[in-house]
């Protein structure tokens, strides 16, 4: 190994990292995507106290969170083939990425169920109520009210869940996926020059970050756009937020008209 | 045209409707006063089928409902027959105005987009917000919010429109322009049934007055009678509380 950085290195190998980016975003878009339906999914059971699925979800979103996504992905990957024999179902010639993709989806479908409920339960009843009043069915109200309020209210903690996603997705080489990690553990092995090689990754990492806080950011802008800009203005609505959730209470989605 | 028959309404073990009755015609403005804890609230929401009752009769327009055992068609007929305007104005937040007045139209009454923009252009035009159709509700005044949620409510064509205290959450000095919106639709024949504190309007803009306490109607008369003379002791109680003298005395 060299006595100093050599900063060629990082450069050559930041450019033929970058094809890899292709594969490891795949991770991020395809697990985030079918991560929100399954957090979607997962959340309703609780929002609207449906009792034995309550329980299942809640089980599922304390593993999920309580043990380590790499475990999680060898569990998945050892595991899931298994299970789905009993179905007689046979995955052995299924691509490695299925279960990875699957993994990181199980993974960030149980925080994504989490910030939803968090969210729902800030948008206030009297707006479902005034939906009720005009006629809305009560999925007409979750959908039109309630969720795109939801999921503004969520924007920061989806956004922090998305970095954190695709930071998360350098574990899945450990299954032999080449995406960026792997592909940056394999780049010196003729050169030896392994801290250039992960600086570049870790350069790439941070410059993608960027990039999807920025997008991020503006997407959160806009989705709360109907929160007045001005400070004034501002501060006004989060006293009425105050005011208004001591006085109706939080939003209780079990009571009459919800979701039929 | 608006017929409650023993509507009684219990939450838990404290009933809280004890059997009302109560008939309104078309066109007429019956404004409903009681003290604080006396079921106005209830009353409207039980209408609206926000809040179920445990039994009794009602009928609006043309839905008939069995409150004992409601089907859920029924509920929901029901509640395309009234609209409500509430204290708290609860517009939604991430819609314009203009988006809130369309939004029963487009979505529940199925009416075209451009249709249903016409209409709730006029409308807000109407409460005198025709310069604030893409405003939203954070960037309205109390006042201006409470005249968007009234054209949320008159875009329905409802068989009757249900305020509760419509001005109370008001700052005082824009109490005036929500009254006179509603002034303006009372002349226009709409049917009205408006829980307040506001006496004197009540008064002025009211054909009869409906009063309860204790979750039963005390009283009810026209409007000019029941002020100038009261029939039950409750009653003058009541409004010896409420309503300085000069009003009391007209
Ligand atoms: N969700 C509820 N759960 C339990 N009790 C309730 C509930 N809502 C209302 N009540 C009770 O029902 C009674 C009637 O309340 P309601 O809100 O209809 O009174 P109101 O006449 O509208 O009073 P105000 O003038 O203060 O608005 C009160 O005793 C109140 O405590
Ligand atoms: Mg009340």
Known sequence: ???????????????????????????????????????????????YRIPVLQRLSQVYVSFFRGTP??????????????????????????????????????????FISEAIRAAVGAVDRGQVEAGYAIGMTGFQAFRRVVLPQAIAVAMPVLGNL?????????????????????????????????????????????????????????????????EAADGAAASRIRRRRVKEGDASGRLNLTEEGALR | MIALKEIRKSFGRHEVLKGIDLEVEKGEVVAILGPSGSGKTALLRCISYLER??????????????????????????????????????????????????????????????????????????????AKLDAYPSQLSGGQQQRVGIARALALDPDVILFDEPTSALDPELVGEVLAVIRKIAREGITM????????FAQEVASRIVFMDDGAVIEEGPASEFF???????????????????????
Do not use: W
């Not at chain 1, 569990?75 to 299924?94: C, F, N, Q, T, W």
């Not at chain 1, 020059?193 to 410059?207: D, K, M, Q």
């Not at chain 2, 049934?193 to 004197?200: D, K, N, Q």
């Open chain 1, 1 to 47: 190994m060299g006595t100093s950085v050599d900063v060629s290195y990082v450069f050559e190998y930041f450019f033929r990292l970058l094809p890899s980016v292709g594969i490891t975003m795949k991770i991020v878009v395809l697990s985030l995507l079918i991560g929100s339906a399954v957090g979607m999914l997962v959340a309703l059971p609780r929002l």
């Open chain 1, 69 to 110: 996504l790499l475990i999680q992905l060898f569990l998945i990957y050892y595991g899931l083939p298994e299970l789905l024999k009993l179905a007689a179902i046979d995955v052995s010639r299924m691509p490695v990425l299925v279960f990875v993709v699957t993994a990181y989806a199980l993974h960030s479908g149980a």
């Open chain 1, 162 to 226: 998305i970095i954190a996603n695709l930071k998360d997705t350098s574990l899945a080489f450990s299954l032999g996926i080449m995406e960026l990690t792997g592909k940056a553990q394999t780049l010196p092995t003729m050169s030896q020059r392994f801290f250039e090689s992960y600086l570049a990754l870790a350069l790439l990492y941070f410059i993608l970050s960027f990039i999807l806080e920025k997008l991020l950011y503006r997407l959160e802008r806009r989705l709360l756009r109907h």
């Open chain 2, 53 to 130: 009752p445990g039994s009794g009769r009602m009928q609006i327009g043309d839905v008939a409902v069995d409150c004992s055992h409601p089907s859920k068609k029924d509920i929901h007929r029901l509640r395309g027959r009234s609209a409500m305007v509430f204290q708290q104005y609860h517009l939604f937040r991430h819609k314009t105005a203009l988006q809130n007045v369309m939004e029963g139209l487009v979505v529940v009454q199925n009416v075209p987009k451009e249709e249903a923009r016409l209409r709730s252009v006029e409308l807000l035009g109407k409460v005198g917000l025709g």
């Open chain 2, 193 to 200: 049934i408006i829980v307040t504190h506001e006496m004197a």
């Open chain 2, 228 to 250: 100038r003379s009261p029939r039950e002791e409750r009653t003058r109680q009541f409004l010896r509380r409420m309503t300085p003298e000069a009003v009391y005395n007209i």
